[in-house]
């Protein structure tokens, strides 16, 4: 993984930490409106959260509902693997 992805995953992270510390999903819509492809599919499966998720409109729906479900979340990067 690229330091610049690293930094974009950093971004997001904090994005949507802020989204649930305001209760508010703008920081993220902003993050996924700018970096996001507008191919972009999210898999989720075993949560509340299942399915698929296609697009920006989707990679913000899938935060959005995981707000409605958990008033209380965070997020950290504790580690990051890079490939060779």
């Known amino acids: 993984m690229s330091?610049?992805?690293i930094d974009l995953a950093k971004q997001g992270i904090a994005a949507i930490n802020e989204a649930y510390a305001r209760d508010?999903?703008?920081?993220?819509?902003?993050?996924?409106?700018?970096?996001?492809?507008?191919?972009?599919?999210?898999?989720?499966?075993?949560?509340f959260t299942e399915g698929e998720w296609h697009g920006k409109e989707g990679a913000i729906g899938f935060v959005?509902?995981?707000?409605?479900?958990?008033?209380?979340?965070?997020?950290?990067?504790d580690e990051v693997h890079r490939c060779r």
């Open 64 to 77: 959005a509902n995981q707000m409605e479900v958990l008033k209380e979340m965070w997020m950290r990067l």
């Open 3 to 5: 330091q610049e992805n």
């Open 24 to 47: 508010d999903i703008a920081p993220w819509r902003q993050q996924v409106e700018t970096i996001f492809d507008p191919e972009v599919v999210l898999e989720a499966g075993d949560a």
